[in-house]
């Protein structure tokens, strides 16, 4: 088996609106030939999440292909992410270090609400800091954003969110 960083699972938001081929892909995603997997592919909302497949990353960029190919969303994730070392409570100690921070920054003199949790990635939790202000003012989101890695805890930088978005 490959070491654990070259390995990759599917994360899919919504699944696809019909079942793409697969047959030609079965040597090397052996985990498509289960009927369970199979039929969470067509799952659109919620949507699949993690596949559970633990592919190679050419492997694992074919199978995108397709299943794109057939209206699927999704990304290709390192499998480690399936289970998260960093809860959200500890995301959220992480963060709020890190937003008030930023928020003091970024926007000095302005009134922030607590820290919230906002939402989950396959790769990170997102909590915010709202000022009431910046909203009136037309900002979106209206505060500042801390998105907090699910293995190791570090905040993602907009270098790192901006690479990983330009190579999908």
Do not use: N
Request: glycine share 10%; hydrophobic share 40%; net charge neutral.
């Amino acid at each position: 088996m490959a070491p654990a960083a070259s390995v990759y699972d599917l994360y899919l938001t919504a699944g696809c609106t019909r079942q793409p081929p697969l047959d030609d892909l079965l040597g090397a995603a052996p985990g498509l030939a289960d009927a369970t997997v199979r039929a969470r592919l067509l799952q659109r909302t919620p949507g699949p999440g993690f596949l559970g497949l633990d592919l190679s990353a050419d492997a694992a960029r074919a199978l995108l292909d397709r299943l794109t190919r057939a209206e699927a969303r999704g990304e290709m994730v390192p499998a480690a992410y399936r289970r998260p070392r960093i809860d959200t409570q500890a995301g959220q100690s992480i963060a709020e270090r890190a937003l008030i921070a930023q928020a003091g920054s970024e926007f000095p003199g302005y009134t922030f609400r607590p820290v919230r949790y906002w939402r989950e990635g396959p790769r990170w939790w997102v909590f915010g800091m709202i000022a009431d202000a910046l909203v009136d003012q037309g900002h979106v989101p209206g505060g500042v954003l801390a998105y907090v890695d699910k293995l190791d805890g570090h905040i993602w930088q907009p270098d790192e969110l901006q690479r990983l978005f330009d190579t999908r």
